[in-house]
């Protein structure tokens, strides 16, 4: 018998094999092909459509210049003439790059990002002009009741005002080849409150570097004019086909699938992570970057994550403000890219049950105008003194303000994820490390600190180049890690605003620090020196403090236990979180520094539970409805073709298909019941708690039911595009 050709390369073999599959009849595949790219000059592109220091510089006066530089440094009010002639210039260039709008662009309390475009048309007469006042540049207005607010907005009480943040460049955004100037801008009430989180993080950075001057005083460190906190944040996203998501309602409605059957591969085989990126693939993240790199984003790494499907991109290191706009900014261009492409990006935290979530990890960290980072140890940390104050108020705050933490990274998105074994536990603690966790441990018991790691390794083979170790090893089980010269705030969801976690960690820090001048002050006021008053200051706050040290693994089993044992609290849910959080100590620090006073605070909180009972309510009616209107017929038209051939069809799957259509039945009835309770309550808060133990719960039992329903049923009669395609599916277009 004459047997086909066999296939001369293994991509056609790979086809032939797979072509049996049909969820897999287009494989994930890597072209090799050796298309010449018109040559890229990253120099002469980035920052293009930024109006940056460089672009200002050759529009405005010298003087002009200088007074806005002086102003942001110092952090003194823009002035008014200088305003409006940084307008006329960034009118002038936005015209040349085709703009006939400008807008305000602002991060409500929605989690993503606004605008409202306004043209430069001025009319003089019957004739037309461009016109931008330095007045326009400045602030905008919008209606602040139709943005959560938390009460501060109530219909009758409705402005809302948005403010230039000039630490923040403007820049153009185009779509759909229209081109818009984007000025970024806080967002606030008519009595002044924050509206968003941008304000309370410029609000919390303030704080920082009062109370850190304040202490650099008494300690005598001269030379310090400025202390910031910095971040690089990453972000993980899954890519989806967009014909495949359309076919799936939670998907559309919620940003992740409410119900979905585990296949047989998914991630067990650590065959993606960090596996080469699929040729398609590759051309989204780098059309995002050619984007990114023009708008002033300084995005560097990109490769693929722990599940299939799933992708991570990384920037260099910004201020946290800047560095949380861009990240914001960064997502609304995946999006458009993505829609672009054919393509849908998810940046729900768990938007496939039993697959690894997606974070954004917050590597965050403080410095001065002279020390790039106060959190690098050195050489000689135990002779470090600005870093073992630094690491001493880290553990303070924390140790003190655990909830504090907890609350930035809430969130009915991330409580499918924390503790999953693939982002931190709920439970706060720091990860510091054999090098400065000796030292540490060393102040506490007054004994010798242990000798300092042998940075150099032997590898065993001559001809490869000589490589030091760092200080620390890697804790990915730690919400914040120490990972050499900064800390990695690993709890931040996919879909979060990172401004949250930094305006917590900074405001932690400004607290510490007021308190350890104080401390200091009172020691040196009683004849200690400097340096005695700052050993003793050490061992004290270590010694209180080091209950919040964690090097061990937070997933195991052990570990909660051990936690409960010292005094940690373990908030498992969003709601357990925004009810403990909600007390006197927090709004005092908040307050106290400036951050957020008490009405404001009470107002987020507010939304956070709002946010919790509508996301419950959305996702809860979305799978009542696929239950419903999908599932449960799909299911019964398999259960009547099985039963016009009941003779060929083993007894126990006509039986157990229809026990588990009766009880996906009854639990949508159930959880209809409480959707229609859940929405007829009134109070935000009472509905967030009965959301979270009714309506959710309800949501998980149904999708058991369902999942199992799908394990069962002829793929053929299923309604909606299955795990296998989703996640193991070639991203191209079919007709690709």
């Known amino acids: 018998a004459r047997h086909p050709p066999f296939p001369n390369n293994f991509r056609q073999a790979s086809r032939l094999m797979l072509s049996s599959t049909r969820f897999l009849q287009r494989p994930l595949t890597r072209s090799y092909a050796t298309a010449r790219h018109p040559p890229y000059n990253l120099e002469k592109q980035f920052a293009k459509l930024v109006f940056c220091a460089d672009t200002m510089k050759s529009r405005v006066s010298g003087d002009v210049y200088k007074r806005f530089n002086r102003s942001v440094q110092e952090g003194t009010p823009v002035e008014d003439d200088v305003a409006e002639a940084i307008a006329h210039a960034m009118k002038e260039w936005a015209l040349g790059h085709g703009c006939t709008h400008f807008s305000h662009w602002f991060q409500p309390l929605t989690g993503w990002a606004a605008e409202k475009h306004d043209s430069f048309i001025s009319l003089k007469g019957y004739e037309v002009e461009t016109q931008f006042k330095g007045k326009a540049l400045i602030g905008g207005e919008t209606d602040g009741s139709s943005f959560p607010n938390g009460g501060l907005r109530p219909t009758h009480s409705a402005r809302g005002y948005t403010i230039w943040d000039p630490r923040t460049p403007a820049w153009i955004m185009t779509e759909g080849g229209v081109p818009t ?84 591969k998914t991630q067990q085989l650590n065959d993606h992570y960090f596996a080469p990126l699929p040729s398609h693939a590759l051309q989204f993240i780098h059309e995002v970057e050619q984007a990114l790199w023009s708008l002033g984003i300084p995005v560097t790494t990109r490769h693929q994550e722990v599940a299939p499907n799933q992708f991570e991109w990384a920037p260099i290191f910004q201020k946290s403000s800047v560095a949380s706009d861009y990240n914001m900014l960064a997502m609304e261009v995946l999006r458009r890219v993505a829609e672009k492409q054919g393509l849908t990006v998810l940046f729900h935290e768990k938007p496939f049950a039993r697959v690894n979530g997606s974070g954004k990890h917050n590597n965050w960290s403080i410095g001065t105008n002279l020390i790039g980072t106060l959190f690098d140890p050195g050489n000689d940390p135990a002779s470090n003194q600005l870093f073992l104050l630094s690491v001493a108020a880290l553990l303070r705050g924390l140790n003190e303000h655990p909830d504090m933490l907890r609350w930035a990274i809430s969130g009915i998105g991330n409580d499918h994820r924390l503790g999953g074994h693939e982002a931190p536990p709920a439970i706060i603690s720091v990860f510091l490390g054999d090098c400065v966790g000796g030292v540490v441990q060393s102040i506490i018991t007054g004994k010798p600190a242990p000798p300092p790691i042998d940075p150099k390794l032997n590898l065993r083979v001559g001809h490869l180049p000589r490589r030091d170790r760092d200080n620390t090893d890697r804790n990915r089980t730690s919400p914040v890690a120490f990972t050499g010269n900064k800390f990695e705030v690993r709890g931040v969801g996919a879909s979060q605003n990172p401004a949250h976690s930094s305006y917590i960690m900074n405001v932690l820090m400004a607290d510490s620090f007021g308190f350890f001048a104080d401390e200091i002050e009172k020691k040196i006021a009683q004849g200690s020196s400097v340096e005695v008053a700052v050993h003793e200051l050490l061992r004290e706050q270590l010694t209180l403090h080091q209950r919040i040290i964690n090097d061990g693994d937070g997933y195991s089993a052990e570990w909660p236990k051990e936690a409960a044992e010292r005094g940690l609290i373990n908030l ?79 007894g126990g799957l006509v039986k157990k298909l229809s026990v588990l259509i009766e009880q996906s039945y009854a639990l949508t009835e159930k959880l ?34 369902l999942d199992a329903l799908e394990d069962i049923t002829d793929r053929k009669e299923w309604p909606y595009p299955a795990y296998e395609e989703l996640l193991l599916s070639r991203l191209a277009k079919e007709s690709e």
């Open 572 to 650: 498992v849910d969003t709601i357990q979180t925004l009810d403990y959080v909600n007390n006197e100590k927090t709004r005092d620090l908040l307050s106290r520094h400036g951050v957020l006073d008490q009405q404001e605070f009470d107002a987020h909180l507010l939304v956070d539970y709002a946010s919790y009972s509508a996301a419950a309510l959305l996702e809860g009616q979305c799978l009542r409805d696929m239950s419903n209107k999908d599932i449960i017929p799909a299911a019964i038209r398999y259960q009547n073709r099985i039963h016009q051939n009941a003779s060929l069809v083993p």
């Open 181 to 264: 100037l984007c000025i970024p801008a806080c967002f606030y009430s008519w009595e002044g409150h924050a509206l968003d989180k941008k304000l309370p993080l410029l609000r919390a950075t303030d704080a920082l570097k009062r109370n850190a001057l304040k202490l650099f005083q008494v300690l005598g460190v001269t030379g310090h004019t400025d202390v910031f906190s910095d971040s690089g944040i990453e972000q993980e996203f899954f890519l989806v086909r967009e014909n495949l998501a359309f076919r799936r309602p939670d998907i559309i409605a919620a940003g992740r699938t409410l119900q979905g059957s585990h296949p047989a």
């Open 672 to 705: 209809n019941d409480a959707c229609s309770k859940l929405a007829s309550i009134g109070d935000e808060i009472e509905a967030s708690r009965y959301a979270v133990k009714s309506v959710v719960a309800l949501t998980k039992e149904l999708r058991k039911s």
